[in-house]
C-alpha cells in the first residue's frame, strides 16, 4: 500500500507553461517531503525538499507548496523547459531510533514539448 | 568523484540460477539501502542498513537477501530469482539524515 499517492502518472506541457505534480498523505509522523528527479538511464537525483513547517519553497524554477492541515504538498515547475523532461518522485521519511524510512510516490513523468 | 556504483547495469538470467548485484559507495555513508521501481508502482524499498552489519527488511523483501560487511559495500542477492523479480534495481546510500545519493541503475530480467 502506497503512503505517499502521487498524481497524475504522466503529464504533457509545452515550452514556456507550467508542470504541477500533486502528492498526498496520511501519515502524520513524516517529517520531511524531498522531490526527487530521474532523467532516462539515471538514478533518482535530490530537486527539492520542504519541512512540515514551512508552506512553500522555491528555488529557481521550481516551487514546493505545502498544505500541512489537508496533508498534501505539490511540485510545480515555471517556465517548463525541455530539459525538465524526466520522470518525477515525491516522497515523505519517518524517522525512529536507529531507524530511517523514505516512502516514494509512483512517480510522474513529464514532457516538456519544444 | 563521489559516487554509487551498481554492477551488472544490465543482467538477463534464467529462473533459479543465484545472482549477486553489487553496489559501493565511496562516499563514507553508513546508511545504504536497495529500491526497486516499476512501473505505476514507483520506489519501493527491499532492504536497508543503518551501518556495518546490521541490516533491516523493507517493504518488499521477500526472494532478497542483502550483507553489509564493510561500510562501502552492500551486495542484493538473489538466490533464486523468478520472472516477477524482473525490475530496475537502486542502491542508494546516504549520510546521516542527509538525502539519497542514488546509483545508476541494474536492469534485470529473469525469463
Known sequence: QQQVKQSPQSLIVQKGGISIINCAYENTAFDYFPWYQQFPGKGPALLIAIRPDVSEKKEGRFTISFNKSAKQFSLHIMDSQPGDSATYFCAARTISFNDYKLSFGAGTTVTVRA | ?111
Open chain 2, 1 to 111: 568523484e563521489a559516487q554509487v556504483t551498481q554492477n551488472p547495469r544490465y543482467l538477463i538470467t534464467v529462473t533459479g540460477k543465484k545472482l549477486t548485484v553489487t553496489c559501493s559507495q565511496n562516499m563514507n555513508h553508513e546508511y545504504m539501502s536497495w529500491y526497486r521501481q516499476d512501473p505505476g508502482l514507483g520506489l519501493r524499498q527491499i532492504y536497508y542498513s543503518m551501518n556495518v552489519e546490521v541490516t533491516d527488511k523493507g517493504d518488499v523483501p521477500e526472494g532478497y537477501k542483502v550483507s553489509r560487511k564493510e561500510k562501502r559495500n552492500f551486495p542484493l542477492i538473489l538466490e533464486s530469482p523468478s520472472p516477477n523479480q524482473t525490475s530496475l534495481y537502486f542502491c542508494a546510500s546516504m549520510m546521516g539524515l542527509g538525502h539519497l545519493h542514488f546509483g545508476n541503475g541494474t536492469r534485470l530480467t529473469v525469463t
